[in-house]
């Protein structure tokens, strides 16, 4: 495992008193599971949000038990996360990645695709700024995992956006998120029906 590697946070959960689990994705590792100390503690309460950019130094424990990873912020974007709409999209596509990819398979143009994601997210003024990245990065990842099509064209309005999402959902339920995974889709369902408020 590369001692060092840019990531992106998909997701934490509480490990012991203090400690946290995260899920990270790396363009050269791919989707990494590790163990952070302290990751539940004040000062890392602003590094511990879904979407933030880090740089993430791994050590690697031994008995091939998941590595310890210190994190320090690159970019966050923690502050997308009190505004209703952005943050349902960065939650749905971080929940996403995190459930479907196989760990330590380096995914280098699902990083990038997810990178430049939320980049748009944060700087777009509204939700049509952003969903056309949203249905090509979902169309990316059904790509990458083996379920292949390409990539929609634009949509001519608002309404042809949502029936494009609408396609995508029932793909991505009935191949990636089938089983146990099934609870990952109620995340999608709150984006989609947010969307469609605006039309």
């Known amino acids: ?17 203090t400690g946290a689990m995260v899920r990270l994705l790396t363009a050269g590792q791919g989707l990494v599971a590790a163990y952070v100390a302290g990751g539940r503690g004040r000062q890392m309460r602003a590094v511990m949000v879904p979407g933030n950019r880090v740089a993430a130094e791994f ?3 031994p008995g091939g038990q998941l590595p310890f990873a210190r994190l ?18 960065i939650g749905w596509a971080c929940a996403l990645t995190a459930a479907t990819l196989p760990e330590r398979q380096p995914y ?3 990083h990038a695709a997810l990178d430049a994601l939320l980049e748009a997210i944060a700087i777009a003024p509204s939700a ?23 990539a929609p064209p634009p949509a001519a309005d ?11 959902e029932r793909r991505l339920a009935h191949y990636l998120l089938a089983g146990d995974r099934r609870d990952v889709m109620g995340a999608r369902k709150r984006l989609t029906e947010r969307l469609a408020r605006m039309a």
């Open 128 to 150: 049509r700024g952003w969903v056309s990245g949203l249905i090509g990065y979902e169309t990316l990842l059904l790509s990458e995992l083996g379920y292949g099509g390409e």
């Open 72 to 89: 320090e912020l690159e970019q966050s974007r923690a502050a997308l996360m009190t505004e209703p709409l952005p943050a349902a999209a």
């Open 1 to 17: 495992m590369t001692p060092h590697a840019p990531a992106i946070l998909l997701g934490s959960r509480p490990q012991g008193e």
């Open 108 to 110: 280098p143009a699902l």
């Open 59 to 61: 050590t690697t424990r």
């Open 158 to 168: 608002w309404p042809q956006t949502l029936a494009m999402l609408g396609i995508l």
